[in-house]
C-alpha cells in the first residue's frame, strides 16, 4: 500500500469470475464505462460490483456497524476488521473477495470532516492488517457515499467523447486509474460534470492475494 494513503475500511465483494457476464452488458457499458471492452469493472460502488451475499463469513471478518451510536462510522459500504483478526487466510474467503479501500491523504481532512467523524480518533482506533494488503487493483473516483463516476455515473454523447479522448488511455484491464496525478484530474472534472454528487475523493482499492481477480 502507497503511503500517501489511508485505509479507511473494507469490503467482501463476489469473486468477478462468479458474476454473471450479463451484469455488465452491452448496454450498461455503453452508458457508464470510457473503455467498454475491459473483462470486469473493478470498483468502491457496489452497484458496479457486487457485494458478497455471505453474511456468515462477513460477520467472521468484521465489526458489526453501529449507524447510529459509532462517531467513527464512515459509511454503510465500508467495514472495520474485528481486533481480534491477525492474518487473511485466502483460502477461507472462498468465492469471495476481501478488497481494501483507501483515500489518498490530499483528500482524507474532506472526506471525514464530511462524514461527521474525527480524523485522529479514527485512526488511531481501527485496525488495519496494512502489511497484508499486496495488491493494487487502482484508484476510482467517488463520492462520500461510494457511487463511482467511473462507472455508476451515465455520459451523454458529448461527455463521454470528451472524457474518453482525455483518460481513456489511462484505464488499466480494471477501468482504473493506476497514475495518482490522472486519477485526480478525473476527480476534478467529476466535481464540475456531476456537482450534485461533490465533492468526488480519490480512493485506492487492494485486495490481500494478487491472485483474487
Known amino acids: 500500500m502507497k503511503n500517501d494513503e489511508i485505509v479507511l475500511g473494507y469490503q467482501l465483494r463476489k469473486s468477478p469470475k462468479n458474476i454473471d457476464s450479463n451484469f455488465w452488458n452491452s448496454e450498461r457499458r ?15 460502488d457496489t452497484n458496479a460490483w457486487p457485494e458478497s451475499e455471505d453474511n456468515d463469513l462477513k460477520n467472521n ?28 487466510k ?16 490530499e483528500y482524507a ?5 464530511k462524514r ?10 481501527t485496525h488495519t492488517l496494512k502489511e497484508k494488503i499486496v495488491f493494487f487493483y487502482g484508484y476510482d473516483i467517488a463520492d462520500g457515499l461510494l457511487f463511482s463516476a467511473l462507472s455508476d455515473c451515465s455520459f451523454s ?11 481513456s488511455n489511462d484505464l488499466n484491464r480494471y477501468g482504473l ?8 484530474d478525473y476527480c476534478k472534472l467529476s466535481n464540475n460534470r456531476i456537482p450534485e454528487h461533490a465533492p468526488f475523493y480519490v480512493f485506492g482499492i487492494y485486495s490481500f492475494s ?4
Open 61 to 88: 471478518l468484521f465489526c458489526a456497524q453501529d449507524v447510529e451510536h459509532d462517531p467513527l462510522y464512515l459509511n454503510a459500504d465500508l467495514y472495520q476488521l474485528k481486533p481480534s483478526l491477525r492474518d487473511i
Open 90 to 105: 485466502i483460502e477461507i474467503l472462498q468465492e469471495n473477495v476481501l478488497i481494501a479501500v483507501t483515500i489518498l491523504q
Open 157 to 167: 454523447e458529448e461527455e463521454r467523447k470528451r472524457f474518453h479522448d482525455l483518460f
Open 116 to 125: 461527521s467523524v474525527d480524523k485522529i480518533k479514527f485512526l488511531d482506533s
Open 30 to 44: 455503453n452508458k457508464y464505462l470510457l473503455n467498454t471492452d475491459i473483462d470486469f469493472q473493478i470498483s468502491v
Open 109 to 113: 481532512s474532506l472526506f471525514f470532516t
Open 177 to 184: 486509474f493506476e497514475n495518482k496525478l490522472k486519477a485526480i
Open 210 to 213: 494478487q491472485g483474487q481477480e
